[in-house]
């Protein structure tokens, strides 16, 4: 059973550019969390999806970050105009159902740096 | 608000000694909570939880941790490390239904 998978690894924009970071959560996970850790702090929450669902983006910026989760495919986390305050490591974690949410299980991660 | 504080930003130890990472956090019900490990370059690996009942909780890889409710705490330790314990731990409270809540992570490098 392949774990939490995002690509790419590693993504190099230049500020002005947008970032497409994709996670595919674990086999028979309905349910996606991005989280953002910037250089030298902890994970802080982005975002929560289920199928086709935004249930919870309160951790999200207001302007140039958006996220999805469409019924076929992986979960997209799109960032417009990044600028160099957006490099940072950007982790994915998925969970079967509410029930266990808080069973979470993380991919390695995108870590996108912005010149 | 719901916080993860971990006080201690780097810890070195020696390879074979005990070990305890500090863990406070701020919630007003009964907390879930977790701590995780993370390799240089790798993503986040679930080393316990703790959801509730006997508040002292065993890991993966050796760890345990106890809650403690008088102190706000939740503690990992493990009474003798192995170089390859040298990572980044975090401790992480689940404080909704729908997200965790992470400590800024403790450091731990170990000298043979």
């Known amino acids: 059973n392949a774990g939490v998978m995002q690509n790419p690894r590693h993504l190099v924009r230049r500020r002005g550019q947008e970032a497409r970071l994709r996670c595919s959560p674990m086999k028979g996970h309905s349910h996606v969390y991005w989280y953002r850790q910037l250089p030298e702090e902890g994970l802080k929450f982005m975002v929560y999806l289920q199928k086709e669902n935004i249930i919870d983006e309160s951790g999200m910026p207001k302007e140039r970050f958006s996220a999805e989760f469409p019924k076929e495919g992986p979960s997209i986390l799109r960032i417009q105009q990044v600028v160099r305050g957006d490099s940072a490591a950007y982790f994915c974690a998925s969970s079967p159902s509410l029930q266990y949410s808080y069973e979470q299980y993380f991919g390695p991660g995108t870590r996108l740096t912005v010149t | 608000a719901q916080s993860v504080t971990q006080p201690d930003i780097h810890i070195t130890v020696s390879e074979g000694a005990s070990l305890e990472l500090r863990c406070n956090y701020s919630?007003?019900?009964?907390?879930?909570l977790f701590w995780y490990v993370q390799s240089p370059g790798q993503g986040l690996q679930l080393l316990l939880k703790y959801f509730s009942g006997d508040t002292l909780v065993q890991g993966i890889k050796g760890f345990e941790a106890e809650f403690k409710r008088s102190q706000s705490s939740f503690n990992l330790r493990k009474p003798s490390v192995h170089w390859s314990d040298a990572a980044e731990y975090f401790c992480a409270v689940g404080a909704n239904t729908d997200k965790l809540i992470f400590g800024t992570g403790t450091r731990l490098q170990v000298f043979p």
């Open positions: 919630y007003g019900a009964t907390p879930y």
